[in-house]
């Protein structure tokens, strides 16, 4: 099962985020129809947003990042909203030979440079936006170079994708933070170990995270918090998509109405298909003109 694990190191020194994220992976990867290198960087991404969206402890509070790089994948998104994510990419099929290392070229495929910008919807109209450029692309630095950048706070950031062509065998993610008032000695031990959590996906396969937990944070007094079950959900719905047309504005809608005669639109994250008729469409184009885009 999918989950996060937040986790308490020696009595508040530092701070853990330990997930597995393998069906999450599996089922974005299935929605878009992805190589193997678009899925292991859309899996860091969402990951990592994850992470970010457990932060998070309002309800209604969303966190968006967003990653453009010069790399053959264009723009890729993730969105979470505390355990649930979803993401996409411009290009999800581009494909890389593997690196001289034999792994996936995920920075090859985001690109190296380019900038990362991380949206938070604190609710009430109230948003936060942080940006960073990219360190490599490979996402788990751009993520770590984000926390020191934009939040001041030092962070150890691994993140994996196991991949088999189509099939995730495993995926997930380790994000380590030290708290104010940290040891000199708890960081010294954090930094020594941090060569166990290099390659996390494949360290998940031989272990379940809470033994993983167990292992690699024995003599520092792990304690588990909270648990958070994680899973792929899109919010779109066809009201949303009828509010989406609604805001192109009259112009637009009349066009709609005697060009195509109607409308498909299809959601980004979950690929779902929302046709309007030329009568819904004629209907919403009347709202516009009154001014009124509330459905």
Same mark, same amino acid.
């Given at each position: 099962?999918?989950?996060?694990?937040?986790?308490? *190191?020696?009595?508040?020194?530092?701070?853990?985020?330990?997930?597995? %994220?393998?069906?999450?992976?599996?089922?974005?990867?299935?929605?878009?129809?992805?190589?193997?290198?678009?899925?292991?960087?859309? /899996?860091?991404?969402?990951?990592?947003?994850?992470?970010?969206?457990?932060?998070?402890?309002?309800?209604?509070?969303?966190?968006?990042?967003?990653?453009?790089?010069?790399?053959?994948?264009?723009? *890729?998104?993730?969105?979470?909203?505390?355990?649930?994510?979803?993401?996409?990419?411009?290009?999800?099929?581009?494909?890389?030979?593997?690196?001289?290392?034999?792994?996936?070229?995920?920075?090859?495929?985001?690109?190296?440079?380019?900038?990362?910008?991380?949206?938070?919807?604190? /609710?009430?109209?109230?948003?936060?936006?942080?940006?960073?450029?990219?360190?490599?692309?490979?996402?788990?630095?751009? $993520?770590?170079?984000? $926390?020191?950048?934009?939040?001041?706070?030092?962070?150890?950031?691994?993140?994996?994708?196991?991949?088999?062509?189509?099939?995730?065998?495993?995926?997930?993610?380790?994000?380590?933070?030290?708290?104010?008032?940290?040891?000199?000695?708890?960081?010294?031990?954090?930094?020594?170990?941090?060569?166990?959590?290099?390659?996390?996906?494949?360290?998940?396969?031989?272990?379940?995270?809470?033994?993983?937990?167990?292992?690699?944070?024995?003599?520092?007094?792990?304690?588990?918090?909270?648990? %958070?079950?994680?899973?792929?959900?899109?919010?779109?719905?066809?009201?949303?998509?009828?509010?989406?047309?609604?805001?192109?504005?009259?112009?637009?809608?009349?066009?709609?109405?005697?060009?195509?005669?109607?409308?498909?639109?299809?959601?980004? $994250?979950?690929?779902?298909?929302?046709?309007?008729? %030329?009568?819904?469409?004629?209907?919403?184009?009347?709202?516009?003109?009154?001014?009124?885009?509330? %459905?």
């Amino acid at each position: 099962m999918d989950e996060m694990l937040q986790i308490d *190191l020696m009595n508040g020194q530092a701070r853990v985020l330990l997930c597995e %994220t393998t069906g999450v992976v599996q089922r974005c990867a299935d929605i878009h129809g992805t190589t193997p290198v678009c899925t292991a960087a859309l /899996g860091r991404l969402m990951t990592g947003t994850l992470m970010l969206g457990i932060m998070m402890k309002g309800e209604e509070e969303s966190v968006t990042v967003q990653i453009k790089g010069d790399g053959p994948m264009g723009g *890729l998104v993730a969105v979470a909203e505390h355990g649930d994510v979803r993401a996409c990419c411009d290009r999800p099929l581009v494909e890389l030979p593997p690196r001289e290392d034999g792994k996936l070229d995920v920075g090859g495929a985001v690109g190296r440079h380019g900038r990362m910008s991380v949206i938070k919807d604190l /609710g009430m109209r109230k948003q936060y936006i942080g940006q960073s450029e990219l360190v490599n692309g490979e996402i788990a630095m751009d $993520f770590a170079n984000y $926390f020191t950048v934009s939040e001041q706070q030092n962070s150890l950031v691994a993140l994996g994708v196991l991949v088999n062509g189509g099939c995730v065998l495993k995926a997930g993610g380790l994000l380590i933070q030290p708290m104010p008032g940290c040891t000199e000695e708890v960081l010294e031990q954090l930094e020594l170990r941090s060569p166990m959590f290099a390659d996390i996906s494949r360290e998940m396969t031989f272990a379940p995270i809470e033994q993983l937990c167990e292992d690699w944070f024995r003599g520092l007094e792990p304690k588990i918090l909270e648990r %958070t079950p994680l899973a792929y959900r899109c919010t779109c719905s066809r009201e949303r998509m009828e509010r989406a047309l609604i805001s192109l504005g009259a112009k637009e809608l009349a066009g709609l109405i005697e060009e195509d005669q109607g409308a498909e639109l299809v959601c980004h $994250f979950c690929r779902a298909r929302y046709q309007f008729s %030329t009568a819904e469409l004629r209907d919403m184009l009347a709202r516009a003109t009154r001014g009124k885009p509330e %459905t």
